[in-house]
């Protein structure tokens, strides 16, 4: 009886251990938020907020009657936008390696609505410069409002995250100061 009670306790003190390191493996997988990262989104957001703006400015020249000049114009500074946006997604590339799940997820994200961004902008351009007189086809408005679209959509999901990050961070401080586990 004896042993069958020994060997219990041995076997219960096992599998708690592997249990409670395991456990602890998992914590330490996790990597913590990425201040650089949340940097980057941050200004990343600044910049898809000017797209929204600028995206949703030029859609509704689609209810007016502008110039070829005003609309040439706009989508250039779209296009400026939606480049700048490119570059910074390749420097949040650069350091996802380094960031925390949630912020991973942020930046694969953003990938497919810079990709709709990028192709809605040059349709925009490509009708531009191939129907110069003709401003306001169906096509080109909705290449106008698909832009506008995106655009709003792409800084409203950026924002959602940052929001996330932040109450991450807050219920994290609040948690450690009330000295409630985690988990």
């Known amino acids: 009886m004896n042993q069958r009670k020994t060997t219990w306790i041995g076997t219960s003190a096992l599998l708690l251990t592997g249990f409670l390191g395991a456990s602890a493996a998992v ?22 907020v000017q797209l929204s703006e600028d995206a949703a400015t030029m859609e509704s020249f689609s209810r007016m009657s502008l110039s070829l000049e005003s609309h040439a114009t706009a989508i250039n500074q779209i296009k400026d936008h939606v480049n700048a946006l490119g570059r910074q997604e390749a420097k949040l590339q650069e350091v996802k390696d380094g960031a ?42 909705d290449f106008l409002s698909a832009n506008a679209d995106y655009a709003s959509d792409l800084a409203a999901m950026i924002t959602d995250f940052i929001n996330f990050g932040r109450a ?15 988990g």
Do not use: C
Request: glycine residues 2%; aromatic residues 6%.
């Open 27 to 48: 914590k330490a997988a996790e990597a913590p938020d990425s201040e650089q990262v949340t940097k980057l989104l941050v200004e990343t957001k600044a910049m898809a």
């Open 100 to 141: 925390a799940p949630w912020q991973k997820t942020a930046i694969n994200r953003i990938v497919p609505f810079l990709d709709e961004l990028t192709g809605y902008t040059y349709a925009v351009i490509e009708h531009i410069n191939a129907r110069p007189k003709v401003l306001t086809t169906a096509e080109y408005n």
């Open 168 to 182: 991450k961070e807050r219920m994290e401080r609040l948690s450690k100061k009330l000295e409630v586990p985690q």
